[in-house]
């Protein structure tokens, strides 16, 4: 079970913080990832963050902007969003894994929407 929470709407170049908190097994054993689905569009990856926090990867659209991590302890990831731009609203979902891999994940949050206004 993965509950993603943090969105709202926001104006160009605000900040949020999405969070997600799993619940179904060891935290620290999987790999988190968060994706993002536009209106109209399919579904992408946006970042991943591996089980012990010490890698990471970025779509190049959020590179310097956004900052994923994690606190194994709260068995929660977060999505630290700067800079937010029109073309960041989105419903963002957050996903884990067994492998560090973006087209590995296989549990699915519900989904949180961001909206971002210019």
């Known amino acids: 079970q993965l509950q993603a929470s943090g969105g709202g709407s926001v104006q160009a170049g605000g900040s949020l913080r999405l969070s997600c908190t799993a619940s179904r097994r060891p935290f620290s054993t999987l790999h988190m990832g968060w994706f993002r689905q536009a209106p109209g569009k399919e579904r992408v990856f946006v970042a991943m963050?591996?089980?012990?926090?010490?890698?990471?990867l970025y779509v190049d659209s959020v590179k310097g902007r956004f900052t994923i991590s994690r606190d194994n302890a709260k068995n929660t990831v977060y999505l630290q969003m700067n800079s937010l731009k029109p073309e960041d609203t989105a419903v963002y979902y957050c996903?884990?894994?067994?492998?560090?891999?973006?087209?590995?994940?296989?549990?699915w949050g519900q989904g949180t929407l961001v909206t971002v206004s210019s």
């Open positions: 963050i591996s089980r012990n926090g010490g890698s990471t």
């Open positions: 996903a884990a894994g067994l492998e560090y891999s973006s087209t590995e994940f296989n549990s």
